[in-house]
């Protein structure tokens, strides 16, 4: 049986990709009962007469899935954090790191919107910045549609893989693919105006061909609650925390209030920035706080 991956899901239709053909196939009615529900991203087999009339029979194991966007098997996260309008937030980006970490998806920082940054002092901030999250291990990458500066460095990054763009609303997402791929202006714009009359509420999600990779074209990330995130989980989503845990006096140490806390001594040193470590004391009262699930 021939086998493909899910590229776009629309008004009940699954258009499947196998090597440069299209198919535009339907799920089987077993997986309603099973509950299953094919995602963009999804490898399946199918079986077609035609390119208009195939049918998927099975989705393969997934290696993650997101909810919101509904898609699966992504490699990377794009995360596109504006250096002014709106203006750049630690807070939520660390949020966004945590995410992207507990669904062991590879994550890249970028920050547009660089040429309207308007004192020095503020461009040597965000600068600080990028320097204090590319310590941590983190690519991050400068950029600005308008001069085109730090473009060229994100299609090579694509290479191979399935990526996601997230961030906030009005930070350039669009603007950034629309830069990649000149010719999506005309997709983007007819997509929202059909979308627009209201047919269809379901998020559209749809990979689309960047260089020699898939890029989500999705609104983003509409949640950023820590539903599936377990208070003992948090710090593995801190690389510059994880890393140094072992060091930790205790076993299965929350880096809170236990004594001889190698993570807690890293902050104190300015090996671990105090702000990442406030987010992560922020995030985890957050998580014991939320209410149970039954």
């Not at 105006?193 to 379901?202: A, D, F, I, V």
């Amino acid at each position: 049986m021939p086998q493909g991956k899910i590229v776009k899901a629309l008004s009940g239709f699954y258009y499947v990709l196998d090597g440069a053909e299209y198919i535009q196939c339907r799920g089987r009615g077993v997986f309603r009962k099973n509950k299953i529900t094919p995602l963009v991203g999804d490898e399946v087999v199918y079986q077609a007469e035609n390119h208009k009339e195939g049918y998927i029979l099975d989705v393969l194991d997934r290696k993650n899935e997101l909810v919101r966007p509904p898609i699966s098997n992504v490699d990377q996260a794009v995360l596109v954090f504006s250096a002014v309008e709106p203006a750049f937030s630690t807070l939520l980006l660390d949020r966004f790191l945590v995410l992207i970490e507990a669904n062991h998806i590879e994550p890249v920082i970028c920050i547009s919107k660089m040429d309207l940054i308007p004192t020095e002092d503020a461009r040597n901030e965000i600068l600080s910045f990028a320097k204090d999250y590319e310590t941590m291990g983190y690519k991050v990458l400068l950029t600005s549609t308008e001069t085109m500066n730090g473009i060229n460095q994100l299609l090579p990054l694509f290479e191979g893989k399935i990526s996601v763009f997230a961030g906030q609303s009005g930070v350039g997402k669009s603007s950034l693919l629309n830069a990649l791929k000149p010719e999506l202006e005309l997709k983007t714009s007819v997509i929202s105006s059909h979308l627009g009359r209201g047919k269809h509420t379901t998020r559209h999600v749809e990979l689309i061909s960047a260089g020699n990779g898939l890029v989500a074209d999705t609104p983003g990330f509409s949640s950023l609650d820590f539903t599936d995130i377990e208070a003992e989980e948090l710090s593995y989503c801190f690389p510059e925390m994880n890393e140094r845990s072992e060091d930790c006096k205790f076993r299965g140490c929350t880096h809170v209030s236990e004594p001889k806390c190698a993570v807690k001594e890293a902050v104190q040193e300015g090996k671990i920035s105090s702000y990442r470590y406030d987010h992560y004391l922020s995030f985890l009262a957050e998580i014991k706080d939320r209410k149970p699930r039954y």
